[in-house]
């Protein structure tokens, strides 16, 4: 049977006298190279629970057989203090590898297996954001608690079901505040079929640009996602998508397409394009006192990054609305961020540092992923991420600009504490 193995795997797959015994004959098949398994353990080496690898990454098509990657996962399992998260995927491969696992002497319940369907994880975070704006008396704050629960059930060895139900309370009047959605919402509800190197999403899913880090879009829309690639990946998605902050609380049709390079890679680089419809989808929006006629938008975006070594790399990205008689600084976006290091929830005492500047004009993104300084804005921003305790994260954040509709001075102060189980 075939057994390939590089030498630089060597140590992650070493477990105790076991992985001698075995060695000489092996009786598994091998472990196919599209198979979900090898990202899963990709990504707990990165993480830093299985150790051994150069740079956390499989290469080429080099597979291996089921019995090394029980060993690896075997590895895993008894490894202390990881993340929920990481604790998840582990036992994911333990159900998948149980056979394996059990002629390892590691010992699988069929309970176990079952309880595997289903998984509960999640987070709490508090949020502090205090903002002034030139020419204002007043502060404006948030000061806010939210709770995520996210829910994975495993259908089949294909397909996922995947939701998130969310709270918030406002700290300063004690009262429930999520807006529109209610008190507490189930605000993604999809399913994700898996097909070798292709992910499907139905359903109300998350929707990210990897283009630009979120630059453009950072939000949930109901309809289809198509993700082809591991690595370099190529996009597709539509649906319906509804933003208050962009066009005013109406839904739209939304589509796209994204193409990247391989993002683990020292130099990477994308383009995406994004088409939104409604015919009163920004009709007569009323922005810095002019009426703007513009039923669609129509975002077209790169990307760029680069990164120097393990520890600094530079990112950057533009955007821009072709559609509708609007002014170039509220149609065009761009960002330019230099980061240092980041924090790890397994790894305590583990930072992160950025420092950024950013032109986002309100009808250049649709929801972007950024704490200060979102939409309407440019100026520069600088903020940290710290490990205090196992997963838990501490982020503070600051903004110093102008808001681009008004041109007034704008400063702005973030803090929150995340917590992940």
Not at 166 to 185: C, L, Q, R, W
Not at 269 to 295: R, T
Not at 368 to 381: I, L
């Amino acid at each position: 049977m075939k057994k390939t193995l590089v030498s630089a795997l060597t140590t992650a797959l070493v477990v105790g006298a076991a992985s001698t015994t075995f060695a000489a004959a092996n009786p598994f098949e091998d472990v196919a190279a599209d198979h979900w398994a090898y990202d899963a353990v990709a990504q707990l080496a990165a993480d830093g629970v299985i150790e051994g690898y150069g740079d956390g990454t499989y290469r080429g098509d080099q597979e291996i057989t089921r019995y090394e990657m029980a060993q690896m996962v075997a590895r895993a399992m008894a490894k202390n203090g990881v993340s929920a998260a990481d604790k998840a995927m582990i036992d994911k491969l333990a159900a998948e590898f149980a056979d394996e696992l059990n002629a390892l002497g590691v010992r699988v319940a069929a309970l176990e297996k079952k309880v595997d369907n289903v998984k509960w994880y999640g987070l709490m975070r508090y949020t502090y954001d205090r903002t002034r704006v030139e020419g204002q008396k007043e502060h404006k704050n948030t000061n806010d608690f939210r709770l995520r629960l996210m829910m994975d059930a495993k259908v089949n060895e294909h397909w996922t079901g995947k939701a998130r139900i969310e709270y918030k309370s406002d700290m300063d009047s004690a009262k429930n505040s999520t807006g529109a959605d209610g008190n507490i919402f189930l605000n993604r509800a999809y399913v994700e079929g898996t097909y070798g190197a292709t992910v499907i999403d139905l359903g109300r899913f998350p929707a990210f640009s990897t283009v630009d880090g979120g630059m453009v879009f950072d939000d949930e829309m109901s309809g289809g996602q198509v993700v082809f690639g591991k690595k370099a990946q190529l996009k597709l998605f539509a649906g319906r998508y509804r933003n208050d902050d962009l066009i005013d609380g109406k839904t739209s049709t939304l589509m796209g397409i994204e193409v990247d390079t391989d993002q683990s890679k020292k130099f990477k680089a994308g383009a995406a394009y994004y088409h939104l419809s409604n015919k009163d989808a920004f009709e007569n929006a009323d922005y810095a006192g002019k009426l703007y006629d513009a039923k669609k938008a129509s975002i077209w975006e790169v990307g760029l990054g680069y990164r120097f070594d393990k520890n600094f790399a530079l990112n950057g990205a533009y955007a821009a609305n072709t559609s509708g008689d609007i002014e170039s600084k509220h149609r065009r976006a761009w960002s330019a961020e230099l980061d240092y290091k980041g924090a790890k929830l397994n790894q305590v005492g583990s930072f992160g540092l950025y420092a950024a500047y950013r032109h986002i004009g309100n009808y250049a993104v649709l929801a972007p992923t950024y704490n200060v300084g979102v939409r309407d804005n440019k100026g520069w921003s600088v903020g940290a991420k710290y490990t205090i305790m196992q997963n838990v994260f501490l982020m503070a954040e600051y903004f110093d600009g102008k808001q681009l509709s008004t041109d007034l001075k704008k400063k702005e102060i973030f803090t929150r504490v995340e917590m992940y189980f």
